[in-house]
Structure formats: C-alpha cells, structure tokens
C-alpha cells in the first residue's frame, strides 16, 4: 500500500543517514510515525539500541542506567553512583568501551526527546558528541523543531528529518483498518469519512481520531441495530450521527470520560431536565485537585474587583458592603496578574500548599485546556495577566466536586 510503500522510503532513507551521520533529529507531531518506523527499522535490522524514554527518565541517572542496562548489561549499571554527574556516566561508558568494542555502530533512540531541555545545559552537547568516545549515533525523536530545542551553550548540529503529518485520504487508510468485525470494511469505512468530515477541521491526531471513532461508532449503529435503516443508508446514519458528533466535538483532546462513562452521561441528560440540561461536556471534566481550586481562584480574581479581596480573604470578620446588581458578569471576565491568583488560591485552597512548580505548571494546563486565556504577550515574564474562561455553571459544578461554596465569594451574590 501506499503507506507502506511510505514507511519503507523513510527506513530505507534512515537507514543510510544512520551509517554517516553521528546524531540526527527526527520532528513532527505527535503520532506521526516516528517512534513505530525507528522502532521497526531498529528491530528488522537487529542493530544493537537504547531506547530512553526521556518521560519515563525523570532524572539523568535513570537516563545513564538505561543506556548502560541496554548496551552492557546489569553490571555496567551498577557502577554508577547513586547521584552520578556526566562525568561518572562518561567514564563507565569508555571504560565497557573497551572491555567490549562495537562491532557495529550502537544507536541511542531519545523518545520524547524535548524534556532535555529541562535537564543539565552540558547534557544535550554531550550526548551529541559522544561518538568521540565510540562508534554511537544519538537519535533525538521530538515534537518540536530544532530552532527551539537547540540550547543555547551550542553543540554539534545534528541531521533534521521530518515526518508531515498524515493527510485526510491516509487518516482515512489507516482509521478504516480498525473496522469492527461484525460489520463490512464498506460500511465502517464510511463511518470514517463522516467522523472526519466532522473533526479533521480541528483534530488531525492519529490518536485522538483512531479514540473518537472507537467512543461514536456504538452511537452510529443504532439505528442499524434497531433494524430502522440498511449499511447502505448513509444519509440517514449520518442524520442520526450528526447531532452527537457536533457535542463530543466539545471534549476533542480533553479525555476527561471514558467511553462507557460518555454513554452514560448521554444517557443521563436525555433523561433528566432542569440544572443538567444544558451544561456542556465541560461540566464533568475532571481536573486534579489544586488545579480546580486554581481556576475557582481565576474566576474569582476575573469577576470580583481587586479592591474587595481583602474583605473576602482575609482571616478577620466580613466588611459590609453593597455590591452593584451582577454588574461585573454582565460586563465578563477582567485580567488579573498572577500574583493576584496565587494570592486567591492560597486562600481558598484548604490546607497549606507550598508555592512549587506543580503549581505553575498546572496553571500552563489550564491554559492549554482553554480554561483560562493568557492575554499577556509569550515575552512578558515578569507580570504574565489571564483571564477565565468558563462560564458559571462550569465553575458551579467544580465547586461542588471540591465542596467549596463560591457563590458566598462573589461580589455580584451578595
């Protein structure tokens, strides 16, 4: 096939860079291929690897004792001290250099290679030249392009490749391949042409699409099941299909239910009315603990004004004051500084929390999520401004999941 044929061009490519180039540089997004044909191409040819996973590595040494697990055994391992410095992992790699020569180029394979920038400045350098000490290529495999991954002391420039992105006719190709059993390839094939007529637009995710196709395609058999409609009836599986397309389309990425929990909750809102009825999906994402209290702390510090936080948060009696009739909601959310929402969540939050960098890299979630809209520019570090963005039925229902009345919190409520 056309894939296949594909995936062989690119093997056969990286095949030949491998034998020449000391450190190449695999991008592209995320489920594009690069891990499974480094994977494949590593496996069929039998050449000696190291596969780190630099998520699964959260420390260097992790990182040193896999490499030396993989290419010298057990023993090799040991011999790194339990906090060991890029000088330990240098000289236990040169020493079982040789005591054990290469017989053939070694490759380390650094999967989710762009947490490395977090780690050491001199490690990335030094991985890249680490052929000087025997005959090793280093394979980076990353998300994002070399112009943001290169660190700032330099180093040996590795060779880029890049994997595109699938197009719609190959998403189609291969999401038509997971077809269910009890059903023809014709039909499920069409089924996959309606879900990405739906979410390619927004959604180009192998992974997302293979996992939206398997939670919908219960819901596209319906009426097929019921015996209301033929496989041929495309037009009428589509009418059915649609309007439950159209809602899961507020969940792409965010994984907050499974697929039986989905049914569930559909199944729910059909039948009760009042309070439920009408919530988005949104309303039942499940966030970590803090990072609920954080966005109460955002919504506050959006619909309150500054000048009423001291009479809201401070250990002392209530100030009374007469507050303007829902004014600030009618008017939406107003920026806030970041001190201004850590100053509120420290507040709010329950028991004490140590000011750490969860906490800011939760609140980075949250922006990704689109639950709060940074509105300060990328380069002003120094005083970085947000703003909330969910409405107040969605942070009601957080709330209560926390067992926090915010209504007694905001000043239009009063």
Same mark, same amino acid.
């Given at each position: 096939?056309? &894939?296949?044929?594909?995936?062989?061009?690119?093997?056969?490519?990286? $095949?030949?860079?491998?034998?020449?180039?000391? =450190?190449?540089?695999?991008?592209?997004?995320?489920?594009?291929?690069?891990?499974?044909?480094?994977?494949?191409?590593?496996?069929?040819?039998?050449?000696?690897?190291?596969?780190?996973?630099?998520?699964?590595?959260?420390?260097?040494? &992790?990182?040193?004792?896999?490499?030396?697990?993989?290419?010298?055994?057990?023993?090799?391992? %040991?011999? #790194?001290?339990?906090?060991? %410095?890029?000088?330990?992992?240098?000289?236990?790699?040169?020493?079982?250099? %040789?005591?054990?020569?290469?017989? $053939?180029?070694?490759?380390?394979?650094?999967?989710?290679?762009?947490?490395?920038?977090?780690?050491?400045?001199?490690?990335?350098?030094? #991985?890249?030249?680490?052929?000087?000490?025997?005959?090793?290529?280093?394979? !980076?495999?990353?998300?994002?392009?070399?112009?943001?991954?290169?660190?700032?002391?330099?180093?040996?420039?590795?060779?880029?490749?890049?994997?595109?992105?699938?197009?719609?006719?190959?998403?189609?190709?291969?999401?038509? $391949?997971?077809?269910?059993?009890?059903?023809?390839?014709?039909?499920?094939?069409?089924?996959?042409?309606?879900?990405?007529?739906?979410?390619?637009?927004?959604?180009?995710?192998?992974?997302?699409?293979?996992?939206?196709?398997?939670?919908?395609?219960?819901?596209?058999? +319906?009426?097929?099941?019921?015996?209301?409609?033929?496989?041929?009836?495309?037009?009428?599986?589509?009418?059915?299909?649609?309007?439950?397309?159209?809602?899961?389309?507020?969940?792409?990425?965010?994984?907050?239910?499974?697929?039986?929990?989905?049914?569930?909750?559909?199944?729910?809102?059909?039948?009760?009315?009042?309070?439920?009825?009408?919530? %988005?999906?949104?309303?039942?994402? +499940?966030?970590?603990?803090?990072?609920?209290?954080? #966005?109460?702390?955002?919504?506050?510090?959006?619909?309150?004004?500054?000048?009423?936080?001291?009479?809201?948060? #401070?250990?002392?009696?209530?100030?009374?004051?007469?507050?303007?009739?829902?004014?600030?909601? !009618?008017?939406?959310?107003?920026?806030?500084?970041?001190?201004?929402?850590?100053?509120?969540?420290?507040?709010?939050?329950?028991?004490?929390?140590?000011?750490?960098?969860?906490?800011?890299?939760?609140?980075? =979630?949250?922006?990704?999520?689109?639950?709060?809209?940074?509105?300060?520019?990328?380069?002003?570090?120094?005083?970085?401004?947000?703003?909330?963005?969910?409405?107040?039925?969605?942070?009601?229902?957080?709330?209560?999941?926390?067992?926090?009345?915010?209504?007694?919190?905001?000043?239009?409520?009063?």
């Amino acid at each position: 096939s056309f &894939l296949n044929m594909e995936h062989n061009i690119c093997r056969s490519a990286l $095949q030949y860079f491998m034998i020449i180039y000391p =450190s190449i540089f695999i991008y592209g997004h995320r489920a594009s291929g690069k891990s499974h044909v480094m994977h494949v191409l590593l496996k069929e040819l039998e050449l000696p690897h190291a596969t780190v996973s630099c998520v699964e590595c959260v420390s260097v040494a &992790l990182l040193f004792e896999q490499v030396l697990l993989s290419f010298f055994g057990c023993d090799a391992a %040991s011999l #790194l001290p339990r906090s060991p %410095s890029l000088s330990d992992f240098v000289r236990i790699y040169r020493q079982q250099c %040789s005591q054990s020569p290469a017989k $053939q180029t070694r490759y380390i394979v650094m999967e989710k290679a762009e947490l490395l920038r977090d780690t050491d400045a001199n490690l990335l350098p030094a #991985l890249l030249r680490l052929q000087e000490l025997d005959n090793v290529t280093i394979i !980076l495999l990353s998300e994002i392009v070399w112009d943001k991954f290169r660190p700032n002391t330099g180093c040996f420039e590795p060779l880029l490749l890049h994997f595109p992105d699938y197009s719609k006719g190959e998403l189609q190709q291969i999401l038509s $391949q997971d077809r269910h059993p009890s059903y023809t390839a014709e039909f499920y094939s069409s089924y996959i042409n309606i879900l990405l007529g739906v979410f390619y637009s927004v959604c180009r995710d192998l992974r997302e699409l293979r996992h939206l196709a398997a939670l919908n395609f219960s819901k596209f058999c +319906e009426p097929l099941a019921e015996g209301k409609v033929k496989e041929t009836d495309t037009h009428k599986l589509w009418r059915n299909i649609e309007p439950h397309l159209k809602k899961a389309m507020q969940t792409v990425y965010l994984r907050e239910v499974s697929s039986l929990q989905w049914e569930q909750m559909q199944q729910m809102e059909e039948k009760e009315s009042g309070a439920l009825r009408g919530l %988005s999906a949104h309303t039942h994402v +499940e966030l970590p603990y803090y990072s609920k209290f954080l #966005l109460i702390a955002a919504y506050l510090a959006s619909y309150n004004p500054a000048r009423t936080d001291k009479r809201f948060f #401070l250990k002392v009696d209530r100030f009374n004051f007469t507050p303007k009739n829902l004014l600030n909601h !009618l008017l939406g959310p107003k920026p806030f500084p970041l001190d201004r929402l850590l100053a509120i969540f420290y507040s709010v939050v329950d028991n004490r929390v140590a000011p750490t960098a969860s906490i800011f890299s939760q609140i980075s =979630s949250l922006v990704t999520l689109q639950l709060l809209t940074q509105v300060s520019h990328d380069d002003q570090l120094d005083a970085p401004k947000y703003k909330c963005a969910v409405s107040m039925d969605f942070i009601c229902a957080i709330s209560r999941t926390v067992n926090f009345d915010i209504v007694k919190y905001l000043y239009d409520f009063l």
